[in-house]
């Protein structure tokens, strides 16, 4: 899971890069629920040569999603940092750093260069129960991912995510995730239909 650990090093100065065409980040999580931020110009668009994975870090008390590098291609949103200031969207995504990427939009095809956050190897880890994934978290992901891509794209998700032998919190009762989003009882139960299909580990709070 962490064997690449190249592909997360840290790129010198990436946090410093001010190109106009770099003013854009590439969300691939909780970012493509537009309920949870407010950036503008967001648009649909296709990360090549990266995964989806489940990563603990020291940083953090619970688990979020990262990305490596990998034979797969994910969706998110890319959407432009206000001012090019990335002080804010850096702190939201503190435990990870930045990276160049280019991306292909989903409307016209052509690339869009953009920043990806990935948490570096050395303090990442896999989830564990003291550090699960929270069942909110994921909602409110995958909530995004119906709305943007529809079904197929949520299925993506899916499948495009490494890691599900992560335990995971089913905190819905009191959602620990603070940007958390209600989610209809047809999205629940998508979201649990695919996590026993993955034999994932659902653990009570």
Request: proline share 6%; net charge neutral; charged share 20%.
């Amino acid at each position: 899971m962490f064997s690449d650990t190249a592909s997360l090093a840290f790129v010198a100065g990436s946090r410093h890069i001010t190109r106009m065409q770099d003013r854009q980040f590439f969300g691939y999580g909780s970012l493509v629920n537009r309920a949870t931020h407010d950036y503008p110009g967001t648009r649909p668009a296709r990360l090549d040569g990266w995964r989806r994975v489940w990563v603990h870090t020291n940083l953090r008390p619970v688990a979020y999603l990262s990305v490596e590098r990998a034979e797969c291609s994910i969706d998110g949103l890319v959407a432009e940092v206000p001012g090019a200031d990335w002080a804010a969207l850096d702190e939201r995504e503190r435990a990870y750093d930045r990276h160049p990427v280019e991306t292909v939009l989903h409307a016209c095809g052509s690339d869009a260069r953009a920043q990806v956050y990935a948490v570096p190897a050395s303090h990442a880890a896999p989830p564990d129960v003291t550090h699960p994934v929270l069942l909110s978290y994921i909602d409110t992901v995958v909530q995004g991912f119906l709305n943007v891509f529809g079904t197929g794209g949520a299925e993506r998700f899916f499948a495009t995510t490494a890691g599900w032998t992560a335990p995971i919190l089913n905190d819905r009762a009191a959602p620990r995730y603070p940007r958390h989003q209600p989610v209809t009882d047809w999205q629940r139960g998508f979201v649990d239909s695919h996590l026993n299909a993955l034999s994932a580990q659902v653990h009570k709070a």
